[in-house]
Protein backbone atom coordinates (compact mmCIF):
# COMPACT_ATOMS: atom_id res chain seq x y z
CA UNK A 1 0.00 0.00 0.00
CA UNK A 2 2.71 2.46 0.94
CA UNK A 3 5.02 1.84 -2.23
CA UNK A 4 1.39 2.73 -4.44
CA UNK A 5 1.09 5.63 -2.52
CA UNK A 6 4.94 6.99 -3.38
CA UNK A 7 4.41 5.70 -7.13
CA UNK A 8 1.50 7.96 -7.41
CA UNK A 9 3.13 11.03 -5.50
CA UNK A 10 6.31 10.34 -8.02
CA UNK A 11 3.94 10.43 -10.88
CA UNK A 12 2.14 13.54 -9.84
CA UNK A 13 5.30 15.47 -9.12
CA UNK A 14 7.33 14.39 -12.40
CA UNK A 15 3.63 15.61 -14.21
CA UNK A 16 3.83 18.92 -12.17
CA UNK A 17 7.46 19.53 -13.18
CA UNK A 18 6.68 19.06 -16.81
CA UNK A 19 3.77 20.91 -16.66
CA UNK A 20 5.49 24.01 -14.57
CA UNK A 21 8.50 23.75 -17.70
CA UNK A 22 11.07 22.11 -14.90
CA UNK A 23 12.21 19.32 -17.63
CA UNK A 24 13.13 20.70 -21.37
CA UNK A 25 14.25 18.97 -23.88
CA UNK A 26 16.91 20.05 -26.08
CA UNK A 27 15.67 21.28 -29.74
CA UNK A 28 18.61 18.38 -30.79
CA UNK A 29 17.01 15.48 -29.41
CA UNK A 30 15.06 16.21 -32.97
CA UNK A 31 16.39 14.54 -35.81
CA UNK A 32 15.13 18.09 -38.05
CA UNK A 33 17.87 20.25 -36.47
CA UNK A 34 20.55 18.06 -37.68
CA UNK A 35 21.65 17.83 -41.54
CA UNK A 36 23.90 14.78 -41.23
CA UNK A 37 23.29 12.82 -37.75
CA UNK A 38 24.34 8.83 -38.22
CA UNK A 39 23.74 6.20 -35.96
CA UNK A 40 24.27 6.62 -32.68
CA UNK A 41 23.44 3.02 -32.02
CA UNK A 42 26.38 1.26 -33.66
CA UNK A 43 29.15 2.94 -32.62
CA UNK A 44 31.52 0.31 -32.19
CA UNK A 45 31.68 -0.55 -35.80
CA UNK A 46 33.18 2.72 -36.67
CA UNK A 47 36.15 3.87 -34.89
CA UNK A 48 35.56 7.94 -34.67
CA UNK A 49 33.14 10.90 -34.98
CA UNK A 50 33.07 13.90 -36.92
CA UNK A 51 31.14 16.82 -36.10
CA UNK A 52 30.74 19.52 -38.76
CA UNK A 53 29.35 22.88 -38.75
CA UNK A 54 29.13 24.97 -42.49
CA UNK A 55 29.32 28.28 -43.44
CA UNK A 56 25.78 29.12 -43.87
CA UNK A 57 23.81 29.35 -40.35
CA UNK A 58 20.65 28.67 -39.93
CA UNK A 59 18.25 31.61 -40.72
CA UNK A 60 14.84 29.79 -43.01
CA UNK A 61 13.77 26.77 -43.46
CA UNK A 62 14.24 27.69 -46.98
CA UNK A 63 18.28 27.44 -46.72
CA UNK A 64 17.91 23.69 -45.37
CA UNK A 65 17.73 21.76 -48.70
CA UNK A 66 21.00 23.84 -49.59
CA UNK A 67 22.84 23.16 -46.44
CA UNK A 68 21.24 19.69 -46.73
CA UNK A 69 22.97 19.29 -49.69
CA UNK A 70 26.34 21.33 -49.25
CA UNK A 71 26.87 19.26 -45.40
CA UNK A 72 26.38 15.99 -47.70
CA UNK A 73 28.65 16.72 -50.60
CA UNK A 74 31.66 17.84 -48.14
CA UNK A 75 31.21 15.07 -44.99
CA UNK A 76 28.85 13.09 -46.11
CA UNK A 77 29.11 9.19 -45.61
CA UNK A 78 31.31 8.31 -48.72
CA UNK A 79 33.85 11.01 -47.39
CA UNK A 80 34.32 9.32 -44.12
CA UNK A 81 33.14 5.19 -44.88
CA UNK A 82 34.52 3.06 -41.93
CA UNK A 83 36.42 5.66 -40.11
CA UNK A 84 34.00 8.20 -39.15
CA UNK A 85 30.21 8.58 -37.93
CA UNK A 86 29.06 12.20 -38.89
CA UNK A 87 27.18 14.94 -37.49
CA UNK A 88 26.66 18.10 -38.69
CA UNK A 89 23.67 20.36 -36.56
CA UNK A 90 21.37 23.76 -38.21
CA UNK A 91 22.86 25.91 -36.22
CA UNK A 92 22.02 29.93 -35.65
CA UNK A 93 23.77 31.45 -32.55
CA UNK A 94 26.76 30.57 -30.79
CA UNK A 95 23.96 29.18 -28.11
CA UNK A 96 22.60 26.97 -30.43
CA UNK A 97 26.29 25.28 -31.00
CA UNK A 98 26.69 24.82 -27.66
CA UNK A 99 23.77 23.33 -27.29
CA UNK A 100 23.93 20.98 -30.25
CA UNK A 101 27.60 20.17 -29.06
CA UNK A 102 26.72 19.38 -25.57
CA UNK A 103 23.52 17.15 -26.62
CA UNK A 104 26.30 15.20 -28.72
CA UNK A 105 28.36 14.61 -26.18
CA UNK A 106 25.32 13.79 -23.66
CA UNK A 107 23.85 11.31 -25.57
CA UNK A 108 25.45 10.48 -29.33
CA UNK A 109 29.19 9.98 -27.64
CA UNK A 110 31.15 7.37 -25.85
CA UNK A 111 33.56 8.89 -23.19
CA UNK A 112 37.35 8.93 -24.65
CA UNK A 113 35.70 7.51 -28.28
CA UNK A 114 37.94 10.18 -30.70
CA UNK A 115 36.02 12.81 -32.32
CA UNK A 116 36.85 15.52 -34.58
CA UNK A 117 35.49 19.03 -35.28
CA UNK A 118 35.43 20.79 -38.79
CA UNK A 119 33.96 24.30 -39.27
CA UNK A 120 34.20 26.80 -42.16
CA UNK A 121 33.36 30.37 -41.96
CA UNK A 122 30.85 31.36 -39.52
CA UNK A 123 30.37 27.61 -38.19
CA UNK A 124 33.66 27.11 -38.15
CA UNK A 125 34.20 30.83 -35.76
CA UNK A 126 31.43 29.60 -33.33
CA UNK A 127 33.05 25.62 -33.47
CA UNK A 128 36.66 27.04 -32.48
CA UNK A 129 34.87 29.66 -29.68
CA UNK A 130 33.36 26.28 -28.56
CA UNK A 131 36.75 24.35 -28.29
CA UNK A 132 38.80 27.39 -26.77
CA UNK A 133 36.54 27.84 -23.96
CA UNK A 134 35.99 24.25 -23.17
CA UNK A 135 39.50 22.85 -24.53
CA UNK A 136 40.37 20.77 -21.35
CA UNK A 137 37.26 18.92 -21.17
CA UNK A 138 36.87 18.01 -24.95
CA UNK A 139 40.65 16.66 -24.80
CA UNK A 140 39.60 14.61 -21.96
CA UNK A 141 36.43 13.33 -23.70
CA UNK A 142 38.44 12.52 -27.24
CA UNK A 143 38.54 15.45 -29.18
CA UNK A 144 41.74 14.23 -31.52
CA UNK A 145 41.87 17.38 -34.22
CA UNK A 146 40.03 19.99 -35.40
CA UNK A 147 40.10 21.99 -38.61
CA UNK A 148 38.97 25.13 -39.38
CA UNK A 149 38.80 27.78 -42.60
CA UNK A 150 37.64 31.04 -42.48
CA UNK A 151 35.91 31.25 -45.37
CA UNK A 152 33.54 28.25 -46.34
CA UNK A 153 34.53 26.83 -50.07
CA UNK A 154 33.39 23.44 -51.48
CA UNK A 155 36.52 21.36 -51.14
CA UNK A 156 37.54 22.26 -48.36
CA UNK A 157 37.54 18.86 -46.43
CA UNK A 158 39.93 17.10 -48.60
CA UNK A 159 41.44 13.41 -49.34
CA UNK A 160 44.50 14.57 -47.34
CA UNK A 161 42.17 16.25 -44.42
CA UNK A 162 40.82 12.55 -44.52
CA UNK A 163 44.03 10.95 -44.31
CA UNK A 164 44.98 13.44 -41.17
CA UNK A 165 42.03 12.50 -39.42
CA UNK A 166 42.64 9.03 -40.02
CA UNK A 167 46.34 8.98 -38.69
CA UNK A 168 44.70 11.28 -35.44
CA UNK A 169 42.22 8.41 -34.90
CA UNK A 170 45.06 5.78 -34.99
CA UNK A 171 47.16 8.07 -32.89
CA UNK A 172 44.70 8.36 -30.41
CA UNK A 173 43.23 4.59 -30.16
CA UNK A 174 46.66 3.08 -29.88
CA UNK A 175 47.25 5.51 -27.12
CA UNK A 176 44.33 4.46 -25.43
CA UNK A 177 45.28 1.06 -25.93
CA UNK A 178 48.67 0.44 -25.29
CA UNK A 179 49.51 3.86 -23.14
CA UNK A 180 51.79 5.12 -24.90
CA UNK A 181 52.27 7.35 -27.86
CA UNK A 182 52.01 5.63 -31.55
CA UNK A 183 55.56 4.81 -33.72
CA UNK A 184 55.79 6.76 -36.58
CA UNK A 185 56.65 3.83 -38.71
CA UNK A 186 53.64 1.92 -37.60
CA UNK A 187 51.56 4.48 -39.56
CA UNK A 188 53.61 3.92 -43.05
Known amino acids: MKSKSLARLASA ?16 YYSENWLIREDPVRPFTIPAD ?4 QS ?16 KAEVGKKRFAGLARVFSPLVATQEDLDKAVDWYFDNDHTWGRPV ?11 LRHYE ?12 VASFYTEEAHKGFVT ?7 REAV ?19
Open 13 to 28: TLLAAIASGCFSVSPY
Open 50 to 53: VFYV
Open 56 to 71: TLYESVSLVPMMDSYA
Open 116 to 126: VFIGEGEGGKL
Open 132 to 143: EDHDYWLKKRGL
Open 159 to 165: SEMVDQI
Open 170 to 188: ARARYQDVWGREMPDQMLK
